[in-house]
């Protein structure tokens, strides 16, 4: 099983962690418009799952989009969780397809992000530095390395010595995630 060991931190220095990054890797701007599915009752939602369906667009204008099925964290810490994706050709079958099955968006918004891919400690990573609209300025970094189940403490080891390089320190950690706070934000 494929589990994305990821730590997200809020930033207080976002051009500091911006230039040490550029340092490791080129940067990949992109917006990502995610859409968050569930049953009314938000029963998906309150057993820790997460269907999301992304398009990605980068700055020359090229699209593609996932579909991301995300199962109760493994790791209650950090939020890391198993994660199930694949590319979709045409996002508003997969919209049609979940609401004929009973599901609702909950919500959805735009992230502009930017991410670095390299290799550090043995590990692939990337790093993504996450900018909300919605969120008043707000900059966020979550780095990230795909592993198994087993191995999770292992590579989010990996994952802090990464933040710490970047200058990221504990106090910015967060494990409020996207859809909490733009839905707080919205008063939804």
Do not use: W
Not at 156 to 180: D, F, I, K, P, Q
Request: with cysteine; hydrophobic share 40%.
């Amino acid at each position: 099983m494929t589990v994305e060991a990821e730590l997200k931190a809020r930033l207080r220095n976002p051009e500091q962690v911006r230039q040490r990054l550029a340092e490791r890797a080129p940067a990949e701007h992109s917006v990502y418009a995610d859409h968050y599915f569930d049953y009314p009752d938000r029963r998906l939602s309150a057993a820790g799952y997460e269907v999301r369906l992304r398009t990605i667009t980068d700055d020359a204008g090229n699209s593609g989009s996932l579909l991301t099925f995300k199962e109760p964290a493994v790791d209650a810490a950090s939020g890391s969780k198993p994660e199930h994706e694949t590319p979709v050709d045409d996002p508003n079958v997969v919209t049609k397809l979940v609401t004929v099955l009973g599901l609702v968006e909950l919500i959805a918004f735009e992230k502009r992000c930017t991410n670095f891919r390299f290799t550090e400690h043995g590990r692939d990573l990337v790093a993504t530095v996450v900018e909300v609209p919605e969120l008043d300025g707000e900059t966020f970094v979550e780095v990230e390395t795909l592993t198994t189940n087993d191995d999770v403490d292992d590579a989010l080891v990996v994952v802090r010595c990464m933040l710490n390089e970047l200058g990221v320190s504990a106090t910015e950690l967060t494990t409020e995630t996207y859809t909490g706070a733009v839905a707080a934000k919205r008063h939804v």
